[in-house]
Each structure stands twice: as structure tokens, then as C-alpha cells.
């Protein structure tokens, strides 16, 4: 029994270390704002095509970050809540 825990253990900290090095990028503003988060829900990086965006027009920019983050952030949970499923059935035994 000890020696299934520590397996199961092992196989939720590989799943977290996968996590880390996934990347989702989503867009917004066809390609005028373009966001990579990881699968741990952290921002790597955020892209601004600046012959995109228009100065008269903060708005229409700051919408579509919202829209980038948004759908990016869902997407990451996603990816994240398939990868840890099949692990987490197990933890009842853990005392988790």
C-alpha cells in the first residue's frame, strides 16, 4: 500500500513538472495581441503587434487582452484538469 502512495506521489509531482513546461498561446484582435500562459496559469509572455493596434483606440486593445487572457486562462485549466484527471482518483487514499 505504502509503495502505491509514494508511486502515486511520484506520478502527481511528473504531472506538475509537465505542467511547468506546457505552453498555450491564444490571440485576440487577429493576431494583434498574442499570449502565452503555461500550464501552471502563469503569464510567459504577452505580444503586441503594434502596426495593429490603433493609439486612438486603447479600448479596442485593452479588450482585446481581456479576451486573450480570458480564453487563455481557460484553456490552461483545461489542459492542466486533463493532465491531473487520471491522477487524482487515487488521493482518497492518500488521506488528501
Given at each position: 500500500m505504502a509503495f502505491d502512495q509514494m508511486k502515486m506521489?511520484?506520478?502527481?509531482?511528473?504531472?506538475q513538472n509537465e505542467l511547468?513546461?506546457?505552453?498555450?498561446e491564444v490571440e485576440a484582435g487577429e493576431g494583434a495581441v498574442v499570449i502565452q500562459i503555461t500550464g501552471?496559469?502563469?503569464v510567459k509572455k504577452i505580444n503586441i503587434?503594434?502596426?495593429?493596434?490603433?493609439?486612438?483606440?486603447?479600448?479596442?486593445l485593452e479588450h482585446w487582452i481581456e479576451?486573450?487572457?480570458?480564453?487563455g486562462m481557460?484553456?490552461?485549466q483545461e489542459v492542466a484538469?486533463?493532465?491531473m484527471k487520471p491522477?487524482?482518483?487515487?488521493l482518497g487514499s492518500l488521506g488528501l
Open positions: 506521489i511520484n506520478n502527481l509531482r511528473k504531472a511547468k513546461k506546457e505552453i498555450i501552471e496559469l502563469k503587434d503594434t502596426s495593429m493596434v490603433d493609439l486612438e483606440d486603447i479600448e479596442e479576451i486573450a487572457m480570458r480564453d481557460a484553456k490552461a484538469a486533463a493532465k491522477l487524482m482518483g487515487g
